[in-house]
């Protein structure tokens, strides 16, 4: 099942996590904390979105759930917070099976919207329930007292190792039988299904999978930055960096969102470092997924590879 | 109102127009900003130029990326673009006009109201609904009664066999989208009146619309009436029984009639 050449890159994932975590300075490990986990959560909205076909405007709600899940566990049991952050998924991703067996009902576009719907209920559920903290959010303390340390430290080389595991795992994946299933039912979905393809069965699992995946990237996420308010953690931002990134690399590829992801985090580092401002950098930002999808509507990995391709065929002719 | 223009464009383009919401805000600064360059405009002047603005903004944007966009196969496609257009047009209006709440100041007919057989009613509520009824009157009219209603039709229903006896598509399409973009800047100019605008109001106007829309049926102009009193109404009820309702009441009950229709296969 598992390749050499998978398991030789997971142990460098592991070497390479434990060097950055030693060596890399605190301010270049919250930078490299959010690359990381950004890439979890827009390939896992990749997944859903390019694999399962399922295009969703609500993801944020299981960014806003992992947070939340985080904050008032660990605040209210003595359970130590790494313990709450294999918790809080496995959770989230319980909730995410009645969600999915109501939303499901909807298809296409009625599914993003009502996903989106989906996450504003909560999210204003969560803004009028005081217990919740408010609007005003809530601060991560372990078991009542402040956080100690430097979880940055530890986060770092867990999202680090998670995102060349999640390459590794997906790779596995679409090779399984289940994964096989995938692919035909996002081929063609009448025909997945006279071939014996359990299609609700199918994307319930993924659904499931990803918003557990995204509620873990959103829990080790919140964990560096010690407190969450829900304007933040349910803020469309989320889904809107998830869209962009993996359309601009490339929808339904594994290494499409890598790319989308460099280009969107380098482009904002340059910016800021020359002193443009948040709004500047989002016109961008827009321009430049609207004028992919325009002239190169597959994204940009998939065209670059098509345009290797095409001149090693005339090489080889 | 805020969905009439949204229920126009996805009825007859078939394009989920995501930057929907910030042609309302669009609308609504337009009319703040001819109030502030020229304070002695009339009213029914400073509309008409907010609906002129946002309906070329509207024809351009179609004319130049969505056409384009729907040209792929793939519905996604133009759906993601016109989010990427949505970002770019709010962030403009932050980087010009600053994030700013703005109000449109109607003077004293904010307040003036009359008594009717015991009831009071405030002229501005009043004004609003006429102007909507009028608008839903004026669009029933031109889709139902001209040449033009009757070209637009039949693009909606069979593009390709419009295009066969010379219906000009892709000129209804700008023509279409200007009015539904049109018909969102008079919803923010209503919007601005009541309350005030912010540059990032857009989004949330959006979602709204899309429940208004959907809850009325696609492309049906008298549902989506109905659909907006259904949730305006559960709106007003919900603030009256829980002070600190905001959205959350009327989210919850689109979504419930949303799936509910779903379950009993009663979407079309």
């Known amino acids: ?317 | 109102m805020i969905g009439a223009g949204l229920a126009l464009n996805y009825g007859i383009l078939k394009v989920l127009q995501l930057a929907h919401g910030e042609y309302i805000t669009y609308g609504a600064f337009a009319a703040v900003g001819a109030i502030v360059l020229f304070p002695d405009l009339p009213f029914p002047i400073v509309l008409l130029a907010a609906f002129l603005a946002c309906a070329l903004l509207g024809a351009v944007a179609q004319w130049l990326i969505v056409e384009r966009a729907m040209s792929y196969r793939d519905e996604v496609v133009a759906m993601l673009v016109t989010f990427g257009m949505a970002v770019v047009l709010r962030d403009s209006l932050v980087e010009v006009v600053g994030a700013d709440l703005r109000g449109l100041s109607v003077g004293r007919l904010g307040q003036a109201n009359f008594t009717v057989g015991g009831l009071t009613l405030g002229v501005l509520p009043l004004l609003s609904l006429g102007i909507a009824v009028a608008s839903f009157g004026l669009l029933a009219f031109l889709t139902f009664k001209t040449h033009l209603g009757r070209q637009i039709r039949a693009v909606s229903d069979l593009p390709d066999i419009a295009a066969l006896v010379g219906v000009p598509v892709k000129r209804i399409h700008v023509i279409v989208a200007a009015l539904s973009a049109g018909l969102a800047a008079i919803a923010g100019v209503l919007l601005a009146m009541r309350a005030s605008v912010s540059p990032f109001s857009g989004l949330d106007n959006l979602l709204i619309a899309f429940e208004v829309v959907v809850l009325g049926g696609l492309g049906s102009i008298r549902g989506v009436l109905w659909a907006g009193l259904l949730l305006g109404m559960t709106q007003v009820v919900s603030t009256w029984l829980d002070s600190n309702a905001g959205l959350f009441y009327v989210h919850l009950v689109f979504f419930i009639v949303l799936v509910f229709r779903a379950k009993t296969g009663r979407l079309s």
């Open chain 1, 1 to 317: 099942m598992i390749r050499t050449i998978e398991i030789v890159a997971l142990v460098l994932g592991a070497i390479i996590a434990w060097l950055a975590a030693a060596y890399v300075d605190s301010g270049l490990q919250f930078l490299l904390c959010e690359v990381f986990l950004l890439f979890i959560m827009a390939q896992m909205w990749n997944l859903l979105a390019g694999y399962a076909g399922q295009v969703s405007f609500g993801q944020q709600m299981f960014v806003g759930l992992g947070a939340y899940g985080l904050c008032l566990m660990a605040n209210n049991t003595g359970i130590p917070v790494w313990g709450v952050i294999v918790i809080v998924p496995v959770i989230v991703g319980l909730l995410s099976i009645p969600l999915g067996m109501v939303v499901f009902h909807l298809k296409h576009a009625y599914f993003a919207i009502g996903m989106w719907v989906a996450a504003e209920v909560v999210f204003q559920f969560v803004v009028k329930t005081p217990a919740l903290g408010g609007s005003g959010g809530i601060v991560l303390r372990p078991g009542g007292e402040m956080m100690q340390g430097f979880p940055e430290q530890t986060v770092l080389p867990v999202s680090l190792f998670l995102s060349m595991a999640l390459i590794v795992g997906l790779r596995v994946f679409l090779r399984s039988k289940l994964g096989l299933a995938t692919l035909a039912v996002r081929d063609n979905e009448a025909a997945a299904e006279a071939a014996g393809v359990n299609i609700w069965r199918l994307h319930m699992i993924l659904f499931t999978l990803t918003g557990a995946g995204t509620a873990l990237a959103a829990a080790l996420y919140y964990t560096t930055t010690l407190f969450v308010t829900p304007l933040d953690a349910f803020g469309a931002k989320w889904v809107v960096l998830m869209m962009f990134i993996v359309v601009v690399g490339g929808l339904g590829t594994l290494t499409g969102p890598v790319v989308g992801l460099a280009l969107f985090i380098g482009i904002r580092e340059l910016m800021t470092a020359a002193g443009y401002s948040g709004g500047q950098y989002w016109i961008v930002m827009g321009l430049l997924s609207t004028g992919v999808l325009l002239f190169l509507p597959q994204g940009l990995w998939p065209a670059f590879s098509n345009y290797v391709q095409s001149l090693r065929g005339k090489a080889s002719s």
